[in-house]
């Protein structure tokens, strides 16, 4: 079925180390999502992207999504302990009914090392 | 506080037993969405309104699952004879509706339900 998967499904870094989720869907997406949840919270959302080929930095966190539409990653630069929690990529794929619902990746948990 | 909120936080129920949950999302949002996460997996779609009425229900949702949005605000998610299967966290979220149909989800802090 249409599927979004993550990898890795965990990492462990140093603090000050970089880190980098990769997101591939099984279809072409008309637009990713990526949310994060930090440990005993709810998915808070990042960013949109829609553009075949887009980047969008904030701060330390820079978002692409691939020039196929098919692929996105999430990239952290000098990671600290606030950046702890899973990162989650999602996308919009039919449903049966004619709509489109987000389906969520398993996410990736990232832990930072102080 | 203006986000999405959910009650209760918490809830313990034995197998069998009916449970009840609310959501209130964002006042100016038409869309209202719920979903279920279990451990180490991302959000599952269940079902979904705009205003008042619901307009999805994804094959995840047994009958024993109903959802409603009487009024085009607030929702509720009830469950009837619970399965120790169901416990999981239960979330809700909200958002707009763009005209491209591409919105960003507002999530309420969910409902854990414990079927013991």
């Known amino acids: 079925g249409q599927q979004v998967m993550q990898i890795p499904q965990y990492q462990h870094v140093q603090e000050g180390e970089d880190f980098t989720t990769y997101c591939n869907s099984s279809?072409?997406?008309?637009?990713i999502q990526w949310y994060k949840q930090r440990p005993g919270g709810h998915p808070v959302f990042l960013i949109q992207l829609v553009k075949s080929g887009e980047v969008k930095k904030q701060k330390r966190l820079t978002f692409q999504f691939g020039e196929a539409k098919k692929n996105s990653s999430l990239h952290i630069t000098a990671t600290q302990t606030t950046d702890v929690g899973t990162y989650f990529c999602?996308?919009?794929?039919?449903?049966?009914?004619?709509?489109?619902?987000?389906?969520f990746g398993k996410g990736t948990k990232l832990s930072v090392i102080p | 506080d203006t986000g999405v909120s959910q009650n209760p936080r918490h809830k313990i129920t034995k197998r069998g037993q009916n449970v009840t949950f609310r959501c209130d999302p964002i006042s100016e949002h038409n869309r209202l969405y719920w979903y279920r996460q279990t451990l180490g997996q991302g959000p599952e779609f269940l079902t979904y309104?705009?205003?008042?009425?619901?307009?999805?229900k994804s094959r995840l949702l047994s009958d024993r699952f109903s959802a409603e949005r009487p009024k085009g605000s607030f929702s509720t998610l009830e469950i009837q004879r619970t399965e120790q299967g169901d416990s999981a966290m239960y979330l809700c979220?909200?958002?707009?509706?763009?005209?491209?149909?591409?919105?960003?989800?507002?999530f309420g802090p969910g409902t854990r339900l414990t079927v013991t």
């Open positions: 279809t072409t997406l008309s637009n």
């Open positions: 999602a996308g919009p794929f039919a449903s049966g009914a004619g709509s489109y619902q987000l389906t």
């Open positions: 979220a909200s958002s707009l509706l763009s005209w491209q149909g591409q919105y960003e989800q507002y």
């Open positions: 309104f705009q205003n008042e009425a619901q307009l999805e």
